[in-house]
């Protein structure tokens, strides 16, 4: 069993014991986290849903955004990370929200930031915003330490 596989199952399974559920807003995971806590049998008990929000075009579409909204916010910041778990819990009505966005390479983003870099945020009876730097520029092994960190952070929080 790889880790992500152990840590969404171990999710699963407390969001199951507490009746509680998730809506997932992602980017650089490309949908891993969807796909890690979808794999877990029983998943329409706790996933409402999910979507990768990987332009500002499905920012719009996919969560409602708007472009007023980020005055002051960059994509792939803890402040956007955070909007957009908070936005995707409201929009499922979700007891939580999980968020990503990043560089995942080989380059880094028009921001600035570095490939392997990733913010990553929960909403919900805890909030957690914190920003993961991995150093690599592979883009497939970074994909899958930022779902393995979201998966870690939201593990953390229902641990609480």
């Not at 979808?38 to 849903?49: D, I, R």
């Not at 909204?69 to 778990?85: D, K, T």
Request: charged share 20%.
């Amino acid at each position: 069993m790889n880790v992500t596989t152990d840590l969404a199952e171990k999710a699963a399974a407390k969001l199951k014991a507490r009746g509680e559920t998730i809506a997932i807003a992602e980017s650089s995971a490309g949908g891993l986290i969807s796909a890690a806590l979808l794999a877990v049998p029983g998943a329409s008990a706790y996933f409402l849903g999910g979507a990768v929000v990987y332009t500002r075009q499905a920012r719009r579409a996919l969560v409602s955004i708007p472009d007023t909204v980020m005055s002051g916010i960059r994509s792939a910041s803890e402040p956007y990370a955070l909007l957009l778990a908070r936005t995707v819990r409201e929009q499922h009505g979700a007891t939580w929200g999980l968020s990503e966005t990043g560089a995942t390479g080989p380059t880094g983003n028009r921001y600035g930031d570095p490939a392997g870099h990733a913010c990553i945020a929960i909403a919900g009876p805890v909030e957690r915003v914190l920003t993961v730097r991995t150093g690599s520029q592979d883009r497939a092994a970074n994909m899958h330490a930022f779902t393995t960190k979201a998966l870690e952070t939201l593990l953390a929080a229902l641990e609480e």
